[in-house]
């Protein structure tokens, strides 16, 4: 492993309400494009990062066979940093596979609004989240709802459509 | 100090490009009101959050005085944890004046181009210093560019107009 | 009919993508408030209008008794011009329900993509049917893709998903 | 004259507020590239349009010669309808210039705020005026705060800063 690649930070997309698109010709909601690279050019970013989709799925659709495949990927990164994009209803589901990620710095982070909506959590989180995996110890973190959850200690709730401790 | 204002953040504004409106009727820019609510809102942030604004100014025209009123706000927070909003071309001589500030977590920000525009650096810079105060040890860090910097191992590269390592 | 309501606008809301919301915990959109108000604040618009929210439906789920009621709402209004906001996919049947409209002028405008998005065009078309119901001769008119179109010489064309002239 | 030139629109522009960027290294605005092709794009335009710059200028450093190079360049268009981005201070001295504009259909537009800010009045007011030059008998007329004005019954009211009948 070069020095380089583990000064880097690699972003693992995998779909998730981030990067949902409209298509009108349906009237439904789709996965696009990840938004990650556009996220990062108007944050004026000058840090080395690599991005490689992984999947375009909705977190619900998710199976345990996607989850092996994330986990790998994570452990198979030159990079130390790894920064996840993913939809929001599993997320911690996928945070538990990772493990201990090979003592990695690992955050997540997803958006309750599509990063395409004027109105977004996307790019709060995502720098949230490229932060998080700069400074903090070693772990795996959720970057959500303004705050760092260490990924053991949070879900997802539904009736209020935000991350809360637990 | 209470449990819950250790555990809070505070935001201190200063003012500089992040805060600045436009006037037709003068064509000329000046800084207006901080946009930190309003971003904190989009994030969907639902952490204990203190905004304080101590001045509005382009951090060119910060005095001495001006940094030791910031360096005193710093250290008479009950919060552990402070995020700064700062014009960027005096950036690293605040963060210098913070000293050791009392043992907290002080993340500095700003951005290139005004939270209002349509493109801006600064709800991803809000993101990762308000971030960084959550989970990095305590020191002055500087949160720009997509990285966050040791507060005395950066400097503003004007002839790029980004921060980079030093 | 005053004076005053003969000068004003009558915009009428009737649903259709350009209100769309997205909400996460159903992974699916609906139709939210109308967000012409919030356009036309961002216009800096002074004209007198009056807004009138009819229904909220996607343009599909119109039956021939919403049509009428849409036209009912047209011919009662005091205002000699009306601006209608509505989905794309059947716009021109209900612009030609609208009949001759008792002589006004009446514009018809929609968006392809959510005007909650960063973009979207629902504010240029906006523009374009507040304009259309100033400057043009009495009729109906339908204001997409750039074009203010004679509401019997346009159709909308899925493989492309745009209004194109017939 | 081919009949396509003459079914085309024609934008002219000229700089003003609604192409102000700002350069933080220089803490002031500047005009930049024209934002028109860009919302034209947004707007799903499908119009066959053609973009000439003909100056970058505050409308209040314009000169006699300034306007009378506006005229030759409407005078000289083979289409019949000239769109026109100008700053707003002196966008009414420039309409009276264009005199009778020979017949054409042209609409004056500029922003009270850049463009490129998230809430800007560039795009309705663009939209207004592409629609006008599509439907108004010819003349020269001024889009802006949501309505259409005819050019000679128009001031900027710096005091509320608006256009207003006069």
């Known amino acids: 492993m070069s020095a380089d690649a583990a000064d880097g930070i690699l972003i693992l997309t995998t779909g998730g ?3 949902k698109l409209y298509f009108d010709a349906l009237s439904e909601y789709r996965i696009g494009d990840s938004v990650v690279d556009r ?4 944050a004026r970013s000058t840090l080395p990062v690599r991005v490689e989709e992984l999947m375009r799925k909705d977190s619900l659709d998710l199976t345990d066979d996607d989850r092996a ?7 198979a990164a030159p ?16 945070a538990a596979a990772l493990g201990d990620s090979g003592g990695r710095t690992v955050a997540l982070l997803g958006a ?8 977004s959590d ?4 995502l720098g ?10 070693p772990g795996v973190y959720i970057a959500m709802n303004g705050t760092v959850f260490a ?3 949070v879900r997802k709730d539904r009736s209020v459509n935000a991350f809360v401790a637990r």
């Open 128 to 137: 949230m989240a490229v932060a998080t995996v700069q400074v903090a110890a």
């Open 112 to 119: 309750l609004a599509p990063a395409r909506f004027a109105e």
């Open 17 to 19: 309400t981030i990067d």
């Open 79 to 94: 990079e130390r940093r790894v920064v996840i994009t993913h939809g929001t209803d599993t997320m911690t589901d996928t």
């Open 122 to 125: 996307a790019t709060f989180n």
């Open 69 to 75: 495949a994330i986990a790998a990927a994570v452990r």
């Open 151 to 153: 990924a053991d200690r």
């Open 39 to 42: 996220l990062l050019r108007t």
